[in-house]
């Protein structure tokens, strides 16, 4: 179980410039902020995963100096400090056409 599980979580280095596109509905992804350690959960994640990650990124964080928080957040509800990690990020029908975007 857990080796299927392994496959689901996905670590994301801030430093790589990660896109909105890594993030898959069916996965986990650990993203490293260098200040917080985010646990993204997509919305067909299973809890096995979920959980896996959360524990990886709690072990991931006890040995960063200075100490690390591992923040939780769910596809589609993903607060402003996770969303400026990744470049170029999107609110789902925020936008109705590029043009609108521009605008902002």
Do not use: I, N
């Given at each position: 179980a857990l080796g299927r599980a392994t496959r689901r979580v996905q670590w994301l280095c801030c430093g790589e410039s990660p896109r909105q596109l890594h993030l898959t509905p069916d996965a986990v992804c650990v993203a490293d902020a260098a200040v917080c350690v985010?646990?993204?959960?997509?919305?067909?994640?299973?809890?096995?995963?979920?959980?896996?990650?959360?524990?990886?990124?709690?072990?991931?964080?006890?040995?960063a100096?200075?100490?690390?928080?591992?923040?939780?957040?769910?596809?589609?509800?993903e607060p402003d400090e996770f969303r400026r990690i990744f470049h170029g990020w999107l609110v789902a029908g925020r936008y109705t056409d590029e043009h609108d975007r521009r605008r902002d």
């Open positions: 985010f646990v993204w959960v997509g919305r067909a994640a299973t809890e096995e995963d979920e959980t896996l990650a959360m524990s990886l990124a709690h072990l991931y964080t006890q040995s100096e200075p100490a690390m928080q591992v923040s939780h957040v769910l596809d589609g509800a």
